[in-house]
């Protein structure tokens, strides 16, 4: 693939870590950890990921140039998008998509928008799910999912 702009940089570094898997128990391996890490936090304390690997994602693409902060919280992220005008109702290829988690009040999961595969149904490429979608997974994974009226998507190019 030929990278023309930001969100195709960003989207390639993220598939290139599709092998990345949980290998020490529980939200733990020698990667899951680096990301973690990145973030500030301990991965000691066995925290769920798939923020850290936004995060990471997106700092080892851009380094400087990624414009929200390293977090490894979806609410956090969603908070910093939002302050920023980032923040949008409807989904974008590249988006970060923070799904809602009713039982939890909260956005609970999120990954990055690869492509859309027919109306409403979006590829997706994201960290600690699995083959079933789960937000406590067991690694990076290529998914398909469509989204809720309280999802959000946040276009992390186009902010203030």
């Known amino acids: 693939m030929i990278v023309s702009n930001a969100v195709d940089c960003v989207l390639n570094v993220a598939w290139s870590f599709r092998w990345v898997k ?4 529980s939200n733990r391996g020698e990667v899951v950890d680096e990301m973690i890490r990145l973030t500030g936090l301990d991965p000691a304390k066995r925290l769920p990921w798939c923020m850290a690997f936004v995060s990471y ?19 956090s992220f969603y908070d910093a998008a939002n302050q ?3 923040v ?15 039982a939890k009040n909260r956005f609970g999961h999120c990954g990055f928008l690869v492509r859309e595969i027919s109306p409403g149904l979006w ?6 799910t699995n083959t079933d979608g789960s937000h406590e997974g067991t690694g990076v994974y290529v998914r398909e999912r469509r989204f809720g009226s309280r999802d959000r998507f946040v276009d992390w190019w186009d902010g203030k």
């Open 22 to 25: 949980e290998t020490q128990g």
């Open 57 to 75: 994602v997106g700092y080892a693409t851009l380094r400087k140039d990624w414009p929200l902060p390293k977090v490894a919280g979806c609410v």
């Open 84 to 86: 920023r005008g980032m």
């Open 88 to 102: 949008r109702l409807t989904p974008a290829e590249g988006s970060v998509f923070l799904l809602w988690l009713p």
């Open 123 to 128: 590829e997706t490429i994201e960290g600690n």
